[in-house]
């Protein structure tokens, strides 16, 4: 049976900060192929691009050079109205610091996506699916900091997104608690089999990986396949 056509397809990507003498070369030409469902943990030194990259993939930033496809549509054709329509439509965004409205509880706080999506989850639905089935009615400041990041996995999935894009989700939270926020976004790739991207410095949170990307002076280092997907509870930090 052939495999499935890669949900992203990447060529010669370049994106360039500034001009002149002050010109950042962040990206210097990356060519990859993200597979459906895929779970890939992107390392690298800091400045070495990955952020650049994943706010490309994510329609956050336009590249400089270069291609992305999505499935049928060319990121690099599109202006800023169908950029927006490409986030809308289909990724959820996981940042290190979990922006949640402080004013509104957990339930709410994913109401507030579900909202404006086309065939979202339940609130409910989808907290539970990162464990957080008792804590709907609570208030940010009444969640530990991994609750809280598990809040805002639920914002990001609940509108049923292909791709998770998640950049630094644990780096603001101890080792014991960084784990219950993988397991989240492990088990949502593995339920719902959302395409997740995860940029981390942790080079031990590769092994929950299907495939590993490694960014050195913005370039792709390697990319491989790893062996073995561990549960990110099965880990050693
Ligand atoms: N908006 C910007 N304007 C100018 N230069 C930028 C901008 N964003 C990033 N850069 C530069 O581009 C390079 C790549 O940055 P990027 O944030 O992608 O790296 P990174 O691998 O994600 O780093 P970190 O792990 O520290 O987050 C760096 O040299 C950075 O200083």
Redesign the pocket.
């Known amino acids: 049976m052939a495999s499935a056509p890669p949900l992203y397809r990447i060529e010669g990507l370049t994106k360039t ?2 001009e002149g003498d002050a010109a ?1 070369q ?1 990206l210097r030409g990356v060519n990859l192929d993200v597979q459906q469902s895929a779970m890939v943990v992107l390392l ?10 994943l706010n490309i993939v994510g329609g956050l930033d336009q590249a400089t050079s270069g291609h992305v496809h999505f499935e049928d549509i060319e990121l690099t054709s599109l202006g800023d109205h169908g950029l927006t329509e490409y986030r809308r439509h289909h990724v959820g965004f996981v940042f290190q610091f979990y922006n949640l409205v402080a004013s509104l509880t957990a339930r709410e706080n994913v109401a507030l996506i579900t909202e404006i999506a086309e065939e979202p989850m339940e609130p409910a639905e989808a907290l539970a699916l990162v464990g957080l089935e008792s804590r709907l009615d609570h208030f940010p400041t009444q969640l530990s900091g991994g609750e809280q990041q598990r809040v805002a996995i639920a914002r990001a999935i609940a509108k049923r997104p292909k791709v998770l894009l998640c950049d630094e989700p644990t780096g603001a939270l101890d080792s014991q608690t960084g784990v219950r926020v993988l397991e989240a976004l492990d088990q949502v790739n593995r339920e719902l089999g959302t395409t997740t991207l995860l ?1 981390t ?1 942790n080079a031990v949170i590769a092994e929950m990986a299907d495939h590993v990307l490694r ?1 050195a002076d ?1 370039q792709l280092a390697s990319s491989s396949p790893n062996p073995t997907r561990r549960r990110p509870g099965d880990m050693i930090w």
């Not at 690298?44 to 650049?52: E, N, V």
């Open positions: 900060y500034g950042v962040a690298g030194p800091s400045g070495s691009g990955k952020s650049t990259f940029i410095h960014f913005g």
